[in-house]
Each structure stands twice: as C-alpha cells, then as structure tokens.
C-alpha cells in the first residue's frame, strides 16, 4: 500500500518530466548572475509579474526576511496578521535579522482588511511608538486555511499605504492557488504589491526555491541581502530548471487539488467524529474533531491506513492537498474517512 502523505503540499517528489528538465538545465555560477537557466527563470517571473526584477532564494523563508530587509529600517515596525508566516514560521527572522517588530492583527482567517491596516498605523509624528513602515500579506492564507483575500480589499489596502507611505509585500507562497481559483492575473498583483514572494516547492512541485519579484527601485539592493543571508547559490539552474518546467505545466492543474480538497472537506461534513470544517477555496482543509479527546485514535486509524495529516495542536487538523496525491489515493482516503469508528 502506498502511503498518502497530506500534511503539507511540500512533500512531492518531482515528475519523471521535471527530473528530466533538470537533467538537461543549461548552467553557470549564479552568484556571477551566469546561470542562463535561472536568468530564464527570473526573466518568466518579472514578466510574468509586469515588474522589473526577479531574483531566486532557496526558500521561501529567505525571500520574505530579504523583502523585509528592503523595505525596513532597525526599530520600525510592519503590519501583518497574527496568523502571518513571517511572525510565526521563520524563526523570529523579522526580529533577528531587520530588528524590526510586528503590530499583529486580528484578521480574518489570516485576512486583514484596509480599515485594520489603517488603525494599526502608529502616528509618525508619536516619537514613542515605533515607526509603521510596511504592511506583510498573505495569500493564500497558510494557517488560514488557504483562504484567498479579494482583490478589491488589497486595492484598498494599496490605497491606505500610498496615503501613509508604507511598502506592501505579498507573502505569495501559494499565489498560484489564488490564481487559479479566482482567475486572476499575476500582472493584478504585480500593479498592487512593491514586492512579491511565490514558492515554487509548495503546489508547483519543485525540490526547492522561491522567487522575490518586484521593480529595480527596491531589488537593487536584493541581491547583496541574498548574500549576507548565505543565499548566493552556483550551478543553481537545474533547480530553475525545474521551476520553469513547472510554471509551464503544473499552475492550471491546481485546480485538481482544490477540486478533492473540497470533495475531502465534503466527506468530513458528513461524519459524525467531525465537529467544524472550516471552508475550503483552495487545497488546504482545516478541521476540528467532534471531541479533542479523539485526535489520538483518529490519527492512529490513519497512520495503520498509511495515511498522515498534521495536527497543528489545539485541536486543529489540517490536510493539504498536491500533485502527488493521486486519484487512486483520494479514493482510497475518502473511504476510510467513512470507516474511521471513534
Ligand atoms: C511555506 C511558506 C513560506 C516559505 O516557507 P519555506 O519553507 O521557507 O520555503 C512562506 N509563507 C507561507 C505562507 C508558506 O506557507
């Protein structure tokens, strides 16, 4: 039996097709920018982007902390969610490595809105508070359940930071799920954002990288920031290699994984061990057990099914959906879903 891994859709292995695209990647010392593959990549994004550059980091993590360093200075302070990554899931980077601090706010599944935005501005001429300078979003939402905030609300969002002069940057490590789902365009969020992170490990299926976006005002500086974060790689155009392959074939079939994690979250509804699901729009499922006391058999039921979920503690489940994840797989998972007994 195959094992059905939905705890992150982090855990793919690349396609006979991708493994191939790396295998052939035309190279060259990317830290001397003489990698024509990961220039290729980076020339698809900011086009892509309708912005003026693109620069490759191994992860996620590092294209945000480096945005963060762009657009801050020590002692000032960004606005973000509570639930944001870059307040809970990189390592403190936002404090350790721009000493810069967070006003946290209570969005809505990991959304926040203009007017919250507005009130969390601390008054510029109020020398006692730290000086707001960007604003961090997310979208879509990772703790939130890859919720997808709506355009206008981020046009709104715009607006407020052109009156307060405060940078915008986009946490997009699932931008593409956002696309996909609402069909937009990325050249919409290229006019709305000064900088934008996308990964390309998470549904696109790549080994690892993610891609900082954003116009020559601000990137000039990108690439020495990479550096002193140790994120200068060499011959790093197979791994490029491999997110082209998949910008050109794995972005529409996202719509495959919001289609069965919606048809998951579906199956949940109807069981009576199950107490919330909370909505679905792209391929993340967040649910809670009818009883918290529960959480221990359900995932043992699971794991002698070979089945593994996350439990985000405090009685959060999460399941996330992929290109690994087949059809032969779902099925196998729905049923079970309907013979767990707790
Ligand atoms: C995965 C993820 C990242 C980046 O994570 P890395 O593991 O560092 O690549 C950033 N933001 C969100 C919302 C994510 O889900």
């Given at each position: 039996?195959?094992?059905?891994?939905?705890?992150?859709?982090?855990?793919?292995?690349?396609?006979?097709?991708?493994?191939?695209?790396?295998?052939?990647?035309?190279?060259?010392?990317?830290?001397?920018?003489?990698?024509?593959?990961?220039?290729?990549?980076?020339?698809?994004?900011?086009?892509?982007?309708?912005?003026?550059?693109?620069?490759?980091?191994?992860?996620?993590?590092?294209?945000?902390?480096?945005?963060?360093?762009?657009?801050?200075?020590?002692?000032?302070?960004?606005?973000?969610?509570?639930?944001?990554?870059?307040?809970?899931?990189?390592?403190?980077?936002?404090?350790?490595?721009?000493?810069?601090?967070?006003?946290?706010?209570?969005?809505d599944r990991?959304m926040i809105t203009a007017?919250?935005?507005?009130?969390?501005?601390?008054?510029?001429?109020?020398?006692?508070?730290?000086?707001?300078?960007?604003?961090?979003l997310?979208n879509t939402?990772?703790?939130?359940?890859?919720a997808c905030y709506d355009l206008e609300e981020i046009k709104k969002i715009?607006?407020?930071?052109?009156?307060?002069?405060?940078?915008?940057?986009?946490?997009?490590?699932?931008?593409?799920?956002a696309?996909?789902k609402k069909?937009e365009?990325?050249?919409d969020?290229?006019?709305l954002?000064?900088?934008?992170?996308?990964?390309?490990?998470?549904?696109?299926?790549?080994?690892?990288?993610?891609?900082?976006?954003?116009?020559?005002?601000?990137?000039?500086?990108?690439?020495?920031?990479?550096?002193?974060?140790?994120?200068?790689?060499?011959?790093?155009?197979?791994?490029?290699?491999?997110?082209?392959?998949?910008?050109?074939?794995?972005?529409?079939?996202?719509?495959?994984?919001?289609?069965?994690?919606?048809?998951?979250?579906?199956?949940?509804?109807?069981?009576?061990?199950?107490?919330?699901?909370?909505?679905?729009e792209?391929?993340?499922?967040?649910?809670?057990?009818?009883?918290?006391?529960?959480?221990?058999?359900?995932?043992?039921?699971?794991?002698?099914?070979?089945?593994?979920?996350?439990?985000?503690?405090?009685?959060?489940?999460?399941?996330?959906?992929?290109?690994?994840?087949?059809?032969?797989?779902?099925?196998?998972?729905?049923?079970?879903?309907?013979?767990?007994?707790?």
């Amino acid at each position: 039996m195959k094992e059905i891994d939905l705890r992150s859709d982090t855990v793919t292995r690349p396609t006979k097709e991708m493994l191939q695209a790396i295998m052939t990647a035309k190279v060259g010392d990317d830290v001397y920018k003489e990698d024509p593959t990961v220039n290729e990549l980076e020339k698809k994004l900011a086009e892509m982007f309708g912005k003026d550059e693109a620069l490759f980091f191994p992860t996620g993590s590092m294209t945000n902390q480096a945005a963060i360093k762009l657009h801050t200075q020590p002692g000032e302070q960004l606005i973000c969610d509570k639930w944001a990554h870059v307040y809970n899931y990189e390592g403190g980077g936002v404090s350790f490595n721009s000493g810069v601090s967070c006003k946290l706010v209570d969005g809505d599944r990991g959304m926040i809105t203009a007017e919250q935005v507005e009130e969390s501005i601390n008054p510029p001429d109020f020398y006692h508070s730290p000086l707001t300078t960007l604003v961090c979003l997310e979208n879509t939402t990772n703790k939130g359940g890859g919720a997808c905030y709506d355009l206008e609300e981020i046009k709104k969002i715009r607006q407020v930071c052109n009156k307060h002069e405060l940078g915008l940057h986009l946490d997009g490590a699932r931008l593409f799920n956002a696309l996909v789902k609402k069909g937009e365009s990325a050249k919409d969020y290229g006019k709305l954002f000064d900088t934008i992170s996308v990964c390309l490990s998470k549904g696109l299926g790549t080994p690892m990288g993610s891609v900082l976006i954003g116009d020559s005002r601000l990137m000039k500086n990108a690439i020495r920031i990479r550096k002193v974060l140790g994120g200068g790689m060499r011959q790093i155009g197979f791994m490029a290699a491999a997110g082209v392959y998949a910008l050109e074939n794995h972005v529409e079939r996202l719509a495959k994984d919001h289609q069965r994690a919606t048809e998951i979250a579906e199956v949940l509804e109807e069981q009576k061990y199950v107490g919330k699901v909370e909505p679905v729009e792209t391929n993340i499922v967040i649910f809670y057990l009818e009883n918290v006391s529960m959480e221990e058999s359900f995932m043992k039921q699971l794991a002698d099914n070979d089945i593994r979920i996350s439990n985000m503690g405090q009685g959060k489940l999460r399941i996330v959906t992929h290109l690994d994840y087949t059809q032969e797989m779902h099925e196998r998972f729905l049923e079970t879903l309907h013979n767990i007994e707790l």
